[in-house]
């Protein structure tokens, strides 16, 4: 329902801006083709009136002109080679005018704006995504006060308050359910097509619908500070944002503009025709070059986000293309990360309950994966809501309510707090600690599991040239073992704090362009340092999509070289497009010399470059698509298996 919806808004909305800019360039050149028409008329009913029929041409120029001057001139004084197009256009407007050539120093202007417009409804379609994305966030919301139903604005929502979500309602909030299960649709998001099952303690977010059942949720974040929001304002930067191509094809405009007015001076001087120097001042405009990478770039955005891909720095082309080296974070990463506790216990706490509720009481204020096989434990369970979280990544979560302090996490953050525990877990697996003022209250165990496609992840990552494969952990030496023995890794590194995973990054970035994959919760700093970050289930973690370069709202490893992929595809088309773009102006401006294209054709043909590079830019789609299989071998053509690798433990 959210995606069809989509689609249909991508088809007809436009944004604000640029609506208001296409339609006062209509307008102007509607009001110019009126004046035009006038003179006309005038010329054929009194054809000794010329002066006034010349008059009314030179009002239509100025209408359809002084825009398009005034942005050439703000252009030139802001040294904007953006304005290129403006500038050209100007030139040659100016010296048709001079030769009383008044029907094409209208004409051209008039025929750009019209192409111009097709043209940007083709570019906009790429946007169109981000524009629709940002209407399926709901903008008002059921507050719940005191058992009565209000119906409010979204923005209105404070932290803490309760609302509720029907059947068929979208969430403008991100919050966690208190009361309820529901089917939640999250392909806007995720991409994932199947829905999410929910209930009590789970957390939901905006721009995701209920499918059916009722939920009560507890708001977490306000309106404007959603993971939602910030998706679409992070897609929206990197938009703007430029590659070396696009740098050297600005370059390239400074020294463009004069060659072009030289040429044209040399035309007129030689051949005495005006017409050829305007006409190859028309078919100069360098629209083809304003796209060879902004098309290809919010293509990549489009087929990405598809996926439940968010690119937040689009760098990302650059880096991917020469990435041979993947490090990647272990727990809730290459693993479920859905942690299933194997064994609780008790030490100071007074049964099994009474540990969990104490623990739920700060863990379902943590994304961490054992903060969440807590929360799953507690579903049935009513504990207390109300402390102050507070999340030391790598180490453990405090909870404080009034004189109450609690405190859940690994042994070592619990020693440093001034805790004396009565065992060694070093060997028994994941170990979260329980302690409430003081008091160690008891021990939960966890396993988790590999994730059933963390294997053909690695296999392919291989296939498409990646060198190097490592993973790091926090946990112990055995349990990582165990966990990483069925793929294909090259190094393993164990019991590292977050600050020495960021050190054995930094290490490896020396000699090799480093992939960083971790869950972005307390690896942060590792994906702030790689060439490349990438956050895995990022949705709902403001903290994963601020310091990934790449954040993926699903789970999905297949994802990984996919993007690679969409990476070294989308580079090959901006090389292309910088090659059509050069090829056809400098054979353009030859057949305009010649006197091939006239300058009304001119203005027509003109656009050519941009149209192949925006049917060029649109091959990034098919990006993605497995390479055929090469038969498992490597470059020697010896078969490969991942026990073939040593994986030492660091």
């Known amino acids: 329902m959210a995606e069809e919806s989509l689609k249909e808004q991508s088809v007809t909305y436009i944004s604000d801006r640029d609506k208001k800019k296409l339609s006062g360039a209509i307008a102007s050149a509607v009001a110019a083709l009126v004046f035009f028409a006038a003179g006309l008329l005038l010329n054929r009913l009194a054809p000794g009136q010329t002066a006034i029929a010349e008059l009314l041409y030179l009002i239509s120029v100025l209408i359809i002109g002084i825009p398009v001057l005034a942005t050439a001139v703000k252009g030139l004084l802001h040294k904007d080679v953006s304005a290129s197009m403006e500038m050209l256009v100007s030139v040659a407007m100016l010296v048709a005018v001079l030769d009383g050539q008044f029907i094409v120093a209208i004409l051209i202007p008039v025929i750009l704006t019209v192409v111009h417009f097709f043209e940007e409804k083709s570019i906009m379609g790429g946007r169109d995504a981000i524009e629709g994305l940002k209407k399926m966030q709901a903008h008002s919301a059921l507050l719940l006060t005191d058992g009565k139903e209000q119906e409010v604005g979204a923005e209105t929502l404070q932290v803490g308050d309760v609302i509720l979500v029907k059947s068929g309602m979208a969430l403008p909030i991100d919050g966690t359910v208190l009361q309820g299960e529901a089917n939640m649709d999250q392909k806007s998001l995720t991409g994932e097509s199947l829905p999410k099952s929910v209930g009590k303690g789970d957390k939901v977010y905006a721009g995701t619908t209920s499918i059916d059942g009722l939920l009560t949720v507890r708001v977490d974040k306000a309106y404007e500070d959603t993971s939602f929001n910030r998706i679409v304002q992070l897609l929206e930067n990197a938009e703007e944002m430029k ?321 690679v992929l969409l990476a070294r595809k989308t580079k090959e088309i901006i090389d292309h497009n910088i090659i059509i773009a050069f090829l056809t102006s400098f054979i353009m401006i030859f057949l305009a010399a010649i006197g091939v294209i006239s300058p009304l054709l001119g203005a027509f043909l003109h656009n050519v470059g941009a149209f192949i590079v925006l049917f060029n830019s649109a091959r990034v789609s098919k990006a993605g698509e497995e390479p055929e299989d090469d038969g498992g071998e490597d470059a020697d053509g010896a078969e490969e298996t991942p026990g073939d690798r040593d994986a030492p433990c660091a």
């Open 243 to 563: 590659l070396p191509e696009a740098l050297l094809v600005d370059r390239f405009m400074k020294y463009y503009i004069p060659f072009v007015l030289a040429v044209a001076a040399l035309i007129w001087f030689f051949t005495r025709d005006i017409a050829r120097a305007v006409a190859v001042l028309v078919v100069s405009c360098p629209c083809g070059y304003m796209l060879v990478s902004s098309a290809p770039i919010i293509a990549a955005l489009g087929a990405a986000s598809k996926r439940g891909v968010l690119i937040k720095n689009p760098a990302f082309i650059e880096n991917l293309t020469q990435a041979d080296s993947f490090i990647f974070d272990k727990t809730g990463t290459i693993t479920n990360g859905t942690l299933e506790a194997v064994e609780i216990r008790l030490f100071a706490a007074g049964s099994e309950e009474e540990l969990l509720k104490t623990a739920a009481a700060v863990a379902h204020g943590s994304l961490h994966p054992a903060s969440k096989a807590i929360v799953r434990l507690c579903k049935e369970l009513d504990y207390d809501m109300d402390y102050t979280i507070t999340e030391t990544a790598g180490n453990g979560v405090t909870g404080k309510k009034g004189s109450d302090t609690i405190i859940l996490g690994s042994r070592r953050y619990l020693e440093k707090t001034g805790h004396a525990l009565p065992c060694d877990d070093a060997e028994t697996g994941s170990t979260t600690w329980v302690a409430k003022n003081g008091t160690v209250l008891g021990l939960l165990v966890f396993r988790d599991i590999l994730r059933g496609d963390a294997a053909q992840a690695f296999a392919m990552l291989r296939r498409i040239g990646v060198k190097r494969i490592s993973v790091m952990t926090g946990d112990n030496r055995v349990e990582a073992q165990k966990i990483t023995e069925s793929v294909d890794v090259d190094e393993l590194h164990c019991e590292l704090l977050p600050e020495q995973k960021l050190e054995l990054l930094k290490k490896e970035k020396e000699t090799h362009t480093v992939v960083m994959v971790g869950d972005g919760i307390n690896d942060s700093l590792a994906l702030r340092e790689a060439h490349v970050g990438i956050a895995m289930g990022a949705m709902g973690s403001n903290t994963a999509i601020e310091s990934a370069d790449i954040s993926l709202m699903n789970n999905t490893m297949g994802n990984l070289p996919f993007i």
